[in-house]
Nanobody, 121 residues
Framework: QVQLAESGGGLVQAGDSLRLSCTAS????????ISWYRRAPGKERELVAS????????IYTGSMKGRFTISRDNARNMAFLQMNSLQPEDTAMYYC??????????????WGQGTQVTVSS
């Protein structure tokens, strides 16, 4: 079965960096767009960044632009989120998402269990 396993979260201080990893199994990884989402306590889930199947294009949202970098290694079925200059408002559970869109319509969509990032001031 498909599994996405996030790792790399933890408790850091403001200004520190973390690198999150997402390890995928049970799917053809290079056919999936990979995204990182986060959900802070009491808030809606929000998109952090996405990367296309071969890594040719990335998008970032909100305050993550310029601080976070998404990347992937299709040979190892892994994706990464490098987070720099972390701030307390970055505290959230971070989730890896894999999504494949089909030419005839529809998509397959998988989620990991999440990894907690906590930034103290």
């Amino acid at each position: 079965q498909v599994q996405l396993a996030e790792s790399g979260g933890g408790l850091v201080q403001a200004g520190d960096s973390l690198r999150l990893s997402c390890t995928a199994s049970g799917l053809t990884f290079n056919k999936y767009t990979i995204s990182w989402y986060r959900r802070a306590p009491g808030k809606e889930r929000e998109l952090v960044a996405s990367i296309t199947t071969a890594g040719e294009s990335t998008i970032y949202t909100g305050s993550m632009k310029g601080r976070f970098t998404i990347s992937r290694d299709n040979a190892r079925n892994m994706a990464f989120l490098q987070m720099n200059s972390l701030q307390p408002e970055d505290t959230a559970m971070y989730y890896c998402n894999a999504q494949q869109f089909f030419p005839q319509g529809g998509a397959s969509d998988y989620w990991g269990q999440g990894t907690q990032v906590t930034v103290s001031s």
